[in-house]
């Protein structure tokens, strides 16, 4: 059977209307539903001067293992000729100990300097007597008394001990065990011994337990301890110290636990 004309017109529009329908679908598609181009990935300019890498940085001095109450330091002719003035601007003297004698003879050359200019700027001030263990503790006593002015001092006396020597333990003994009892007499307050960790437990342990104690340790971020239950009331923490008017190197030290500065000050 052939189609007639009105079938063949019916279905040529169909396909037109089709045809323009489906132009209409995908010109919507493709406005609303279009894939987009990502975006380049942009690099951030190079600086014009490259960034250095920061070093590490060192304390030179060791952080005490807690915040003490009060820093100090003690000094000799080894610091030479010091600028008390700007010794007394730096937070970290709070206290000074200046060495005064040794053995039976030697007085320090800057310590009479040392004295009156740390009493002039404020300063908490004490005198310690470097012990020789061959030399007689009686003599080192006078030496140490003939320059010891205890009008001049705030602090109480400190004895440092350092050296065992070529002699008996039991010369050694006595001849310490004289020159602090003789201070003691004197002055009416217990010196205070100077020394460090190995030494005491090497040498001073069970002996000096009424005693209150100012030991060296270094390049530790805690307390020293010692063998015997004692006060260690100061802490020397490092030999290689800045301050303010001071050329060099300085020892510097603080208060440990509860004490204060009223713990090592003289009776008035």
């Not at 045809?19 to 942009?42: G, S």
């Not at 003789?182 to 100077?194: C, F, L, Q, S």
């Not at 204060?260 to 008035?268: E, V, Y």
Request: with cysteine.
């Amino acid at each position: 059977m052939k189609p007639s004309f009105l079938s063949l017109l019916f279905f040529f529009g169909a396909c037109v209307f089709v045809y323009a329908d489906k132009k209409q679908i995908d010109k919507h598609y493709a406005q609303e539903y279009v894939v987009p181009i990502p975006d380049p990935i942009c690099r951030p300019d190079a600086p014009a001067v490259p960034i250095k890498a920061v070093p590490e940085v060192r304390m030179h001095n060791i952080r005490p293992y807690h915040e003490p109450s009060i820093y100090g330091i003690d000094v000799s002719h080894h610091q030479g000729s010091i600028n008390w003035n700007m010794v007394a601007t730096d937070s970290k003297a709070g206290y000074v100990y200046i060495k005064g004698t040794e053995s039976t003879s030697h007085v320090d050359s800057e310590y009479d300097r040392n004295l009156r200019e740390a009493r002039r700027m404020g300063i908490p001030v004490g005198t310690y007597h470097f012990f020789s263990p061959k030399a007689s503790g009686l003599v080192q006593f006078q030496n140490f008394s003939s320059n010891f002015d205890i009008n001049m001092q705030d602090l109480i006396p400190v004895v440092d001990v350092e050296h065992r020597g070529r002699v008996s333990l039991a010369y050694f003994h006595t001849q310490l065990k004289t020159l602090l009892e003789e201070i003691e007499r004197a002055y009416g307050v217990r010196p205070i011994i100077y020394t460090g960790v190995n030494f005491y437990n090497s040498y001073l342990s069970g002996m000096y337990k009424k005693y209150k104690f100012f030991i060296a340790r270094y390049n530790s971020e805690t307390q020293p301890e010692l063998c015997d239950d004692v006060p260690i009331v100061m802490w020397q923490f490092t030999s290689e110290g800045y301050i303010n008017g001071i050329r060099g190197h300085v020892d510097r030290s603080c208060l440990l636990d509860n004490y204060s500065l009223q713990d090592i000050m003289l009776p008035r």
